[in-house]
């Protein structure tokens, strides 16, 4: 090999050894816990006896034994329908925030957009855990200035920890942490509109709202496309809000959503085995789900582009 293909070869390797340490970590801290939860899920602990002495309890294969279970695991499936009701909340009503704050920020009439956008933001910053614990005490009663308000003004008092106000509650928390993310990945797409096409706009005639809803919205659609993406993830895996409020509360079940199931079967039962398979299923459906809206949005905007 000449000097001249040592250093082409070595140009031509170079972003490699840049990306090794990456995928190092990537295959260390992620592909392999989840190939070893794969693993896990097919297999399950055979009790021989009183299940006392060496030897007595083996790990053995399962097959599909714990896909079946966790199928037709009736506190799996409620879980699942809480978190679907829960996500009809907050997808839109984080995504509609969003895209209004996004919409006000870019308008020409408004006012100390810096802080304001800050100030939208800066939920999205504080850790989730705290987040929950923060709205746990302004729901409860006993300690809460609202609720305190409320007693003196003479107006009802309803309970935010309790039946159906249990879901507004936990969206709450979720739309209040999560619209600044979002708004923020769509008021960056706005920005990026040249400002010729407001400009040709302005000269036939319409007005802000014709811009908005004619315009800058259609234009922001694959950024309104990946804010729904990422929020129906975030959606099925809901894990921190229920679980930081079911101290102050009744209603919240160590089972309430999916991933409360999968973390109750491995730490609580010990049963890493059937945990293992709900996890792999709740990432396969989150893949599917993905999956399917992302080739849904590719088609009409396919079509759209054809028109």
């Known amino acids: 090999m000449t000097s001249t293909s040592r250093k082409a070869y070595g140009v031509k390797g170079a972003p490699y050894v840049f990306l090794l340490p990456a995928t190092i970590l990537f295959a260390l801290f992620f592909a392999l816990p989840i190939g070893y939860a794969i693993y ?5 602990v055979k009790v021989s006896g009183l299940g006392l002495g060496a030897g007595a309890r083996k790990e053995v294969w399962a097959g599909l034994e714990n896909y079946t279970d966790a199928l037709t695991d009736s506190e799996l499936v409620d879980g699942a329908l809480r978190v679907l009701g829960y996500g009809c909340i907050v997808v839109p009503v984080m995504l509609g925030l969003a895209l209004l704050f996004a919409l006000m920020l870019d ?17 999205y910053a504080i ?41 507004l509650a936990l969206s ?40 908005a809803l004619r315009i800058k919205i259609p234009m922001v659609a694959p ?25 102050l509360t009744n209603s919240v079940s160590t089972t309430w959503s999916p991933l409360m199931k999968v973390y109750q079967d491995a730490f609580g039962k010990g049963d890493i085995y059937a945990a293992a398979a709900q996890a792999t299923i709740i990432a396969l459906a989150t893949l599917l789900l993905s999956f399917g809206f992302l080739r849904a949005a590719n088609r009409r905007n396919k079509q759209e582009a054809a028109q």
């Open 40 to 44: 896990l899920s097919f297999r399950k």
């Open 107 to 123: 308008s020409e009439k408004v006012r100390l957009a810096p802080v304001t956008r800050l100030a939208i933001f800066l939920p």
């Open 127 to 167: 850790p989730g855990v705290v987040a929950a614990l923060l709205w746990g005490f302004l729901y409860l009663p006993d300690v809460s200035p609202f609720y305190f308000v409320l007693e003196k003004l003479g107006l009802p008092q309803p309970d935010l920890l309790d039946g159906g106000p249990l879901y």
């Open 172 to 211: 709450n928390i979720a739309v209040w942490g999560g619209t600044g993310f979002n708004m923020i990945v769509i008021y960056t797409s706005l920005q990026a509109i040249p400002a010729e096409v407001h400009e040709a706009a302005k000269l036939d005639g319409a007005t802000p709202l014709q811009i």
């Open 223 to 247: 950024s309104l496309v990946l804010t729904f993406f990422f929020s129906i993830i975030a959606t099925l895996q809901v894990f921190n809000e229920p679980t930081t409020l079911k101290p």
